[in-house]
């Protein structure tokens, strides 16, 4: 593939310490790379210096010719007074003024009678038609609404004023005009942040899918797993490149570091060897020899091994809990809304046994956070009761870390109240287990960051000694590493765990149970973790609770059939039922149902005969119910998406032969589609 961008020996100060040493990469057209490092290691300065927002010390930045760059920050301001759609169309203003001056051009050609201004106008209108066809430039409406929808905003969106919407709705506007631009390289900050399920997996599939060259900045491992085929490990300054997504950089990071580190040990044993050899010759009889080893010395000092570039980990871990009764929670029936007539959850029933690690899943306002408070007695249920269970000690972790006192220093703010005896020392050193160092235990609370705050927290949370940890978005603002840590220390706590996470890599490591709260106030229990839950959905065997009425009309939006989309709204749970019913079934139905109306004469009906009125058309396929078709479709469509998934796992990664097979699984399912495809049209032209 073509270079398109080149970057060589880029420097950057902020202070004493550089950000960027010495960053040198290329990048290939098409090419999809994770850009990944710890918090604070320059990932945002290298982009922005990429973008044209920022100038570096040193170093180069060469583009191919023509090549353009569209930039997603992590903040971005828009200020306007334009609607949602307006403000997206800016996105496409060269496109919309080519089609501009295409429509003047087509009216001056209707108008003139000059044969060498009309050969003149006719070249030029061709060469803007091609280049508007080029662009698919005749379909711009669809296009721009195909991504607002996408991303997230419905129908009755597209006419608020942008200055009313939030941050988070900012983000995703500004999200959408880059995708519309359609650069030749994506710069993207956490891209992901403020997307709900959908318009997350939406974005996944759009950026595997575009042509366009990407380099991705993410905290969710999941997505950069789903997106990306090479990942740059950006830290101390340098540049790592490794191919693969992130679950394949993990293993050859790990791989490369236990070469690295054996390497570096051997250099520094010769060094030390050669100097203890020196010291202990230089004058004796072997000083020959020693002269020998200086010269040999200096010669590996000239070209010292680099250290290993190991990322440490923050031993995260909490203590060993004390022990509970057998059942932790128990709810019956349990109910709350704020809206009348619209509860969030409604009899709601489940238990949850020492141990055992619960993750809450639902899309957003379905009521989990709702469903914590009313566990830890802080809101009244509507109906239903909670019961907890013998010698609970409940940790609970709030997502807006409210549990810190922003005016103490790190250090006190961490004091639980039921420990009275507990030192500075002791509580240094907790802090050091969770990755705050020397003076950031000495600072204010309030001078932390969001990755340094979220620490503290859970820093505090083990110095309570809960032996029940309540966990609600316990991995916001961590680094990938520190998101590891906090997996490994929930993983290896004895107690038991209930959490709330939009992380899906986090919840696949972490819970063995799920809770599953559906829009509609319904919900469901699973023993399994977000791999399962997954798989149940694609099997038809669950229904999906993130298939809300909006995410529907956005994807009806997005090309699937609205007879699909309405016959899902009328029956959520239908469409994951396999279409096994029969041909001959429904034919019986039919037959009955005409025998059963009183006052008439039944005649049968010849359903499958070519020479009914209606049907003179022979019929290739069998009679099968259009909706029925649809249903099929979509769950054979959603077995395919499982099984890319699949194709992402590292284990499944590394056996070539269940790679081959689920790839002529996935060949002999599309081959299918194809031919309920032609079913479908079939049904639709013929069925009465």
């Given at each position: 593939?073509?270079?398109?961008?080149?970057?060589?020996?880029?420097?950057?100060?902020?202070?004493?310490?550089?950000?960027?040493?010495?960053?040198?990469?290329?990048?290939?057209?098409?090419?999809?790379?994770?850009?990944?490092?710890?918090?604070?290691?320059?990932?945002?300065?290298?982009?922005?210096?990429?973008?044209?927002?920022?100038?570096?010390?040193?170093?180069?930045?060469?583009?191919?010719?023509?090549?353009?760059?569209?930039?997603?920050?992590?903040?971005?301001?828009?200020?306007?007074?334009?609607?949602?759609?307006?403000?997206?169309?800016?996105?496409?203003?060269?496109?919309?003024?080519?089609?501009?001056?295409?429509?003047?051009?087509?009216?001056?050609?209707?108008?003139?009678?000059?044969?060498?201004?009309?050969?003149?106008?006719?070249?030029?209108?061709?060469?803007?038609?091609?280049?508007?066809?080029?662009?698919?430039?005749?379909?711009?409406?669809?296009?721009?609404?195909?991504?607002?929808?996408?991303?997230?905003?419905?129908?009755?969106?597209?006419?608020?004023?942008?200055?009313?919407?939030?941050?988070?709705?900012?983000?995703?506007?500004?999200?959408?005009?880059?995708?519309?631009?359609?650069?030749?390289?994506?710069?993207?900050?956490?891209?992901?942040?403020?997307?709900?399920?959908?318009?997350?997996?939406?974005?996944?599939?759009?950026?595997?899918?575009?042509?366009?060259?990407?380099?991705?900045?993410?905290?969710?491992?999941?997505?950069?797993?789903?997106?990306?085929?090479?990942?740059?490990?950006?830290?101390?300054?340098?540049?790592?490149?490794?191919?693969?997504?992130?679950?394949?950089?993990?293993?050859?990071?790990?791989?490369?570091?236990?070469?690295?580190?054996?390497?570096?040990?051997?250099?520094?044993?010769?060094?030390?060897?050669?100097?203890?050899?020196?010291?202990?010759?230089?004058?004796?009889?072997?000083?020959?020899?020693?002269?020998?080893?200086?010269?040999?010395?200096?010669?590996?000092?000239?070209?010292?091994?680099?250290?290993?570039?190991?990322?440490?980990?923050?031993?995260?871990?909490?203590?060993?809990?004390?022990?509970?009764?057998?059942?932790?929670?128990?709810?019956?029936?349990?109910?709350?809304?704020?809206?009348?007539?619209?509860?969030?959850?409604?009899?709601?029933?489940?238990?949850?046994?020492?141990?055992?690690?619960?993750?809450?899943?639902?899309?957003?306002?379905?009521?989990?956070?709702?469903?914590?408070?009313?566990?830890?007695?802080?809101?009244?249920?509507?109906?239903?009761?909670?019961?907890?269970?013998?010698?609970?000690?409940?940790?609970?972790?709030?997502?807006?870390?409210?549990?810190?006192?922003?005016?103490?220093?790190?250090?006190?703010a961490i004091r639980p109240v039921n420990k009275k005896i507990f030192e500075e020392p002791a509580r240094r050193s907790l802090l050091g287990l969770f990755g705050l160092t020397g003076d950031q235990q000495l600072q204010t609370v309030a001078s932390l960051s969001g990755g340094q705050r979220c620490r503290a927290a859970l820093a505090k949370l083990s110095a309570e000694d809960a032996n029940v940890?309540?966990?609600?978005?316990?991995?916001?603002?961590?680094?990938?590493?520190?998101?590891?840590?906090?997996?490994?220390?929930?993983?290896?706590?004895?107690?038991?765990?209930?959490?709330?996470?939009?992380?899906?890599?986090?919840?696949?490591?972490?819970?063995?149970?799920?809770?599953?709260?559906?829009?509609?106030?319904?919900?469901?229990?699973?023993?399994?973790?977000?791999?399962?839950?997954?798989?149940?959905?694609?099997?038809?065997?669950?229904?999906?609770?993130?298939?809300?009425?909006?995410?529907?009309?956005?994807k009806a939006a997005a090309g699937v059939g609205k007879s699909m989309v309405s016959a899902i709204k009328q029956n959520p749970n239908r469409h994951h039922k396999e279409p096994l019913q029969k041909e001959e079934h429904w034919k019986n139905q039919q037959r009955n149902q005409q025998q059963n109306q009183p006052g008439k004469t039944t005649k049968t009906i010849p359903l499958d005969s070519t020479?009914?009125?209606?049907?003179?058309?022979?019929?290739?396929?069998?009679?099968?119910?259009?909706?029925?078709?649809?249903?099929?479709?979509?769950?054979?469509?959603?077995?395919?998406?499982?099984?890319?998934?699949?194709?992402?796992?590292?284990?499944?990664?590394?056996?070539?032969?269940?790679?081959?097979?689920?790839?002529?699984?996935?060949?002999?399912?599309?081959?299918?589609?194809?031919?309920?495809?032609?079913?479908?049209?079939?049904?639709?032209?013929?069925?009465?």
């Amino acid at each position: 593939m073509e270079v398109i961008l080149t970057v060589e020996h880029l420097r950057k100060h902020f202070s004493a310490d550089p950000v960027l040493v010495d960053v040198s990469f290329q990048l290939r057209a098409g090419d999809k790379v994770g850009l990944v490092g710890p918090n604070g290691c320059g990932k945002t300065t290298l982009l922005n210096i990429l973008a044209g927002r920022e100038e570096s010390e040193k170093g180069t930045i060469n583009k191919a010719s023509g090549t353009s760059i569209g930039y997603l920050e992590q903040r971005p301001k828009i200020s306007s007074n334009q609607t949602v759609l307006d403000e997206a169309k800016l996105a496409l203003a060269p496109l919309l003024k080519m089609q501009h001056e295409a429509e003047i051009l087509a009216n001056k050609l209707a108008q003139t009678t000059n044969q060498i201004e009309l050969i003149r106008l006719s070249t030029q209108y061709d060469q803007i038609h091609e280049s508007l066809q080029h662009h698919d430039a005749y379909h711009l409406d669809y296009r721009i609404e195909k991504i607002l929808h996408g991303v997230g905003f419905a129908d009755d969106e597209f006419t608020k004023p942008v200055s009313a919407l939030s941050g988070g709705e900012i983000n995703r506007l500004n999200l959408a005009q880059l995708l519309l631009e359609e650069p030749d390289i994506m710069l993207l900050d956490e891209p992901s942040n403020h997307l709900d399920l959908p318009a997350t997996e939406w974005l996944e599939n759009f950026l595997h899918d575009t042509t366009a060259a990407v380099i991705l900045v993410s905290h969710d491992r999941y997505f950069l797993d789903r997106v990306t085929n090479r990942t740059l490990e950006l830290f101390h300054g340098t540049v790592d490149d490794y191919s693969g997504n992130f679950s394949k950089y993990s293993t050859l990071k790990e791989e490369r570091l236990t070469v690295q580190t054996r390497t570096y040990e051997k250099y520094s044993e010769d060094v030390e060897k050669a100097k203890e050899f020196i010291r202990r010759n230089h004058y004796g009889m072997k000083a020959a020899q020693a002269e020998d080893r200086r010269k040999k010395l200096e010669r590996l000092l000239e070209t010292p091994a680099s250290p290993p570039r190991k990322i440490e980990t923050p031993p995260m871990h909490f203590n060993k809990p004390s022990r509970t009764g057998d059942i932790v929670f128990r709810c019956e029936k349990l109910s709350k809304g704020f809206v009348q007539g619209k509860p969030l959850f409604q009899d709601l029933t489940f238990a949850i046994e020492r141990g055992q690690r619960w993750a809450i899943l639902g899309p957003n306002g379905c009521g989990k956070t709702t469903l914590l408070r009313c566990l830890l007695n802080e809101i009244t249920p509507d109906s239903g009761q909670s019961f907890h269970g013998q010698g609970l000690k409940i940790g609970y972790f709030d997502q807006q870390l409210h549990v810190l006192d922003d005016s103490m220093q790190v250090v006190d703010a961490i004091r639980p109240v039921n420990k009275k005896i507990f030192e500075e020392p002791a509580r240094r050193s907790l802090l050091g287990l969770f990755g705050l160092t020397g003076d950031q235990q000495l600072q204010t609370v309030a001078s932390l960051s969001g990755g340094q705050r979220c620490r503290a927290a859970l820093a505090k949370l083990s110095a309570e000694d809960a032996n029940v940890l309540i966990l609600d978005e316990p991995t916001n603002h961590l680094d990938l590493w520190a998101r590891a840590a906090l997996e490994k220390a929930i993983r290896d706590f004895e107690g038991t765990v209930l959490f709330i996470s939009h992380d899906r890599y986090f919840v696949d490591r972490v819970a063995d149970h799920l809770l599953i709260i559906q829009p509609n106030a319904r919900f469901k229990t699973l023993e399994g973790n977000y791999s399962t839950f997954r798989y149940m959905v694609s099997k038809g065997l669950m229904a999906d609770p993130f298939l809300t009425d909006a995410y529907l009309d956005r994807k009806a939006a997005a090309g699937v059939g609205k007879s699909m989309v309405s016959a899902i709204k009328q029956n959520p749970n239908r469409h994951h039922k396999e279409p096994l019913q029969k041909e001959e079934h429904w034919k019986n139905q039919q037959r009955n149902q005409q025998q059963n109306q009183p006052g008439k004469t039944t005649k049968t009906i010849p359903l499958d005969s070519t020479q009914t009125k209606k049907d003179k058309k022979v019929r290739k396929f069998p009679f099968r119910k259009i909706h029925e078709i649809e249903e099929e479709i979509f769950a054979r469509e959603t077995q395919i998406m499982a099984w890319n998934e699949d194709l992402l796992r590292p284990e499944i990664v590394r056996d070539g032969e269940r790679t081959k097979a689920i790839h002529l699984e996935i060949k002999a399912e599309q081959e299918k589609i194809a031919t309920l495809y032609e079913h479908w049209e079939e049904a639709n032209e013929l069925n009465w």
